[in-house]
Antibody
């Protein structure tokens, strides 16, 4: 069974740091793009960051650039989100997701970042408050 | 305000058809695949449509997706009470180099 399990969510003070983890199972982890998405209280879904199969290509939403870092450890089938300089507006439910796969290997290597999220975890809560 | 525009709400009686629109631009919907998700807050979003109109395994054929130019739509036919949820379109934007979600549409079954 394909599964993603997030962990690491907590209550943290403004300016603090937190590292989220996402443990993957049931699929060949190092073949897929991976993504973090969040939902703030009362708001819609917001894409945060994604990372390619070997971790060499990453993209971020503007509001987290310079503060958040997405990474992965393919030997541990795990995705991470290091969050620094946290702000109240980072308070949200954070989901990790596995990318959709389409086309040939060469197509996926070139355009995988444009394929959406196919499998989602249950999420973990981050609260930034003093 | 989202770059992708969805109506905030839609409703219909059981058995009716509801259509949710998603308006974007040439840098996003116009040139890339659109995905649709069903979501109840606090739970894992459920993919409903991949690559404009492909249903993932397990999604009933009451759900259908389409794309034309810089807009996309999701139709739900034979509306059922369990369809009450928030629905989001999502697409990559070539100009911003980010993924975009629409603002979400809350579907109510009357």
């Amino acid at each position: 069974e394909v599964q993603l399990v997030e962990s690491g969510g907590a209550l943290v003070q403004p300016g603090g740091s937190l590292r989220l983890s996402c443990a993957a199972s049931g699929f060949i982890f190092n073949k897929y793009w991976m993504t973090w998405v969040r939902q703030a209280p009362g708001k819609g879904l917001e894409w945060v960051a994604n990372i390619n199969e070997d971790g060499s290509e990453k993209y971020y939403v503007d509001s987290v650039k310079g503060r958040f870092t997405v990474s992965r450890d393919n030997t541990k089938n795990s995705l991470y989100l290091q969050m620094n300089s946290l702000r109240a507006e980072d308070t949200a439910f954070y989901y990790c997701a596995r990318g959709d796969y389409f086309g040939s290997e060469s197509y996926y290597r070139r355009w995988g970042h444009k394929l959406g999220m196919a499998v989602w975890g249950q999420g973990t809560t981050v609260t930034v408050s003093s | 305000q989202s770059v992708l525009t969805q109506p905030p709400s839609a409703s219909g009686a059981p058995g009716q058809r509801v259509t949710i629109s998603c308006f974007g631009s040439s840098s996003n919907i116009g040139g890339n695949f659109v995905y649709w998700y069903q979501h109840l807050p606090g739970t894992a979003p459920k993919p409903l449509m991949y690559r404009n109109s492909q249903r993932p395994s397990g999604v009933p054929d009451r759900f259908s997706g389409s794309k034309s130019g810089s807009s996309a739509s999701l139709a739900i036919s034979g509306l059922r009470s369990e369809d009450e949820a928030d629905y989001y379109c999502a697409v990559w934007d070539d100009s911003l180099s980010t993924w975009l979600f629409g603002g979400g549409t809350k579907v109510t079954v009357l």
